[in-house]
């Protein structure tokens, strides 16, 4: 399988403390993308960063790459309880563009 | 509105029963494409399409069949249809390429299939 990995599988916080992922991938990229899902509904984008990028910033989000680790993080900064969801990163291949996704971390953040 | 939308929303049915699932967009985009969600498995991609007339396969394109005739829809068939093929599966699209592939997906609300 292709299938990208990210880690922590779950990550349980308080309120106002930040938040990492880490996301992980096989071949090469045109770029990674990071989305959100509540409970079981669709996906809602969050975040891109292409493959010649190293970092990026969105509001309370901070995404970076490593292209020679073929690896990403997703920084939630001064979590609140409404970011309690599911995080997943996608990665675009190059030669073919198939799209990859994590496992999936499960954000719970505690009032 | 800008949307994807998919039908049935949920769908029991037996094995073998052909069924297929729709997706329809209006955002003109060029690439749609099908994933399947499992518990612990993230999502994976079935097929995708990056224009009319264009499909490939995903990592998981056993059992199913697409077709792209319309710029706008994406139909998923499953034409014998087998308890491991229930799941949740969704549909997204995005504006394309061949440059500039860095666009974000927008997905569908998911359909819930259920193979008794």
């Known amino acids: 399988s292709q299938q990208g990995e990210e880690d922590p599988q779950a990550l349980s916080i308080q309120e106002g403390e930040n938040a990492t992922m880490n996301c992980s991938y096989k071949?090469?990229?045109?770029?990674l993308q990071w989305y959100r899902q509540n409970s079981g509904r669709g996906l809602v984008h969050l975040i891109l960063?292409?493959?010649?990028?190293r970092e990026k910033h969105s509001g309370r989000l901070r995404v970076t790459l490593d292209t020679s680790k073929k690896s990403s993080s997703l920084l939630i900064t001064a979590s609140r309880a409404a970011d309690t969801a599911s995080y997943f990163c996608?990665?675009?291949?190059?030669?073919?563009?198939?799209?990859?996704f994590g496992a999936g971390t499960r954000l719970f953040v505690k009032a | 509105e800008a949307q994807v939308t998919q039908n049935p929303r949920y769908l029991i049915t037996v094995t073998g029963k052909k069924l297929t699932v729709t997706c329809s967009q209006n955002?003109?985009?060029?690439?749609m494409s099908w994933y399947r969600q499992d518990p612990g498995l993230g999502l994976r991609q079935i097929y995708y399409?990056?224009?009319?007339?264009?499909?490939d396969k995903g990592d998981v394109p056993e059992g199913y069949k697409v077709s792209r005739k319309e710029k706008r829809n994406f139909p998923l068939i499953l034409e014998s249809p087998s308890p491991n093929q229930t799941s949740l599966y969704f549909c997204?699209?995005?504006?394309?390429?061949?440059?500039?592939?860095?666009?974000?997906?927008?997905f569908g609300d998911g359909t819930r299939l259920s193979i008794l």
């Open positions: 997204a699209s995005s504006l394309f390429w061949a440059e500039n592939s860095n666009q974000p997906q927008h």
């Open positions: 071949t090469s990229i045109n770029n």
């Open positions: 960063i292409r493959s010649n990028e």
């Open positions: 996608a990665s675009l291949h190059t030669g073919g563009f198939k799209t990859i």
């Open positions: 955002m003109n985009h060029e690439y």
């Open positions: 399409s990056m224009n009319v007339e264009v499909t």
